[in-house]
């Protein structure tokens, strides 16, 4: 007994009288004593120390981007998954008001410091692609200014759902609730409700946040071209949070792509000299023909090209097919040709299958003729069309 301190609380204030027991007497903490309880300072009041906090924050932030014992995938999972959620607590306990506006920009602006740093991403790397959702390949980066407002309509929620009288003879749960979100920007609607209580779901209104940044992205015009053929197929952009098949320094690189931050001429900011193709000198150095249609790559492309082919032949031989490979044949002219694969099913319909990699930046790419010589000078995205 004589290690514990007691916290005397009577009628809501802070008390100095020592707790007497039949064992003996436990010491009460003494008024305007700082102490810790449960992750929030405890004086009279909660209270929240905003310059103790962001220095906590940097510290942990410089320690992560100076190991050398981590891979950047694995520092950026580190970031996002146990450095930025230590504000999360504060967030839902500490009063809004005691929460400088601030000090939440400045820790997102430290954040996404870290985060390029970390992934070693050029500065002009657009906000945008890195607080959207990972289904449109964004990396799903921790906001603090999000959060704040989240937290709170997320602790209100948890009170709504225990219908304490007290607490509703005290508090007006919706009304604070919906203050978050106009602080957030965001008018009210029927669809950020759960249709389990009826309250504000704070998934639903930070996917839709999400989903703001990523279209903000698509409108940008020249960082992020071509992304909004990512609303195809979003399982797959999910792998963007992960190097699965592929070494560091290409994920890497892959996100610098989806960006149209990488270092060909046509980027802003990127040469001093001409911004035609270092190589060829003929055609404007996008990112689409150097990947494209420049001939000192064209041995890579090659196997790129060999690369997708096998792997849509192995899709379709799990599928039951029969399929061949790099077929050869003649033409009415009598010249020699290749067909990239021909497969047959049981129904024994064949057929011929040509792969061809292009790149698009908007959905009216493919049926507007008059303007493709105009629109492959543009930066586009990587997208694989079968014929």
């Not at 981007?65 to 950026?76: E, N």
């Amino acid at each position: 007994m004589s290690k514990s301190v007691c916290i005397n609380i009577t009628k809501g204030q802070l008390t100095g009288r020592h707790l007497e027991l039949d064992e003996g007497e436990i010491k009460m903490l003494s008024p305007g004593e700082y102490i810790l309880y449960l992750g929030v300072d405890f004086e009279n009041v909660i209270s929240f120390n905003p310059q103790k906090t962001m220095q906590d924050l940097r510290n942990k932030l410089e320690i992560l981007s100076s190991s050398p014992l981590l891979q950047a995938d694995q520092k950026f999972c580190i970031l996002n998954t146990s450095i930025c959620p230590t504000l999360i607590y504060p967030f839902q306990t500490v009063p809004q008001h005691l929460i400088p506006h601030g000090f939440l920009i400045d820790a997102d602006k430290m954040i996404r410091c870290t985060l390029k740093e970390v992934l070693q991403r050029p500065s002009d790397l657009p906000d945008n692609m890195i607080y959207s959702h990972c289904k449109f390949k964004g990396l799903g980066l921790f906001r603090s200014q999000w959060e704040a407002q989240l937290q709170q309509i997320n602790s209100l929620r948890i009170l709504h759902q225990h219908s304490n009288p007290y607490i509703t003879a005290t508090r007006d749960v919706v009304t604070e609730s919906v203050n978050c979100l106009y602080k957030l920007q965001i008018k009210p609607d029927n669809s950020f409700l759960s249709p389990k209580d009826g309250f504000l779901d704070p998934r639903k209104i930070r996917n839709f946040l999400r989903d703001m940044e990523y279209n903000k992205c698509c409108e940008l015009p020249t960082k992020e071209k071509g992304i909004i053929f990512f609303q195809e197929y979003p399982p797959i952009n999910k792998l963007i949070n992960r190097h699965v098949g592929l070494s560091i320094s290409e994920w890497r690189d892959g996100i610098k792509m989806i960006g149209n931050v990488t270092a060909v001429r046509a980027t802003p900011g990127r040469t001093m000299a001409t911004n035609h193709c270092r190589h060829c000198h003929n055609e404007i150095e996008t990112l689409s023909h150097v990947l494209g249609s420049c001939p000192h790559g064209e041995t890579l492309r090659n196997a790129k090209h060999h690369k997708i082919r096998s792997s849509i032949a192995k899709a379709l031989r799990h599928s039951g097919f029969k399929v061949y490979e790099e077929v050869h044949g003649l033409s009415t002219c009598g010249s020699s040709r290749r067909i990239d694969m021909i497969a047959f099913n049981n129904n024994k319909m064949g057929y011929i299958i040509d792969p061809t990699v292009r790149f698009e930046k908007s959905k009216n790419q493919p049926d507007d003729v008059n303007n493709e010589k105009k629109q492959i000078y543009e930066p586009t995205i990587q997208y694989i069309l079968i014929y």
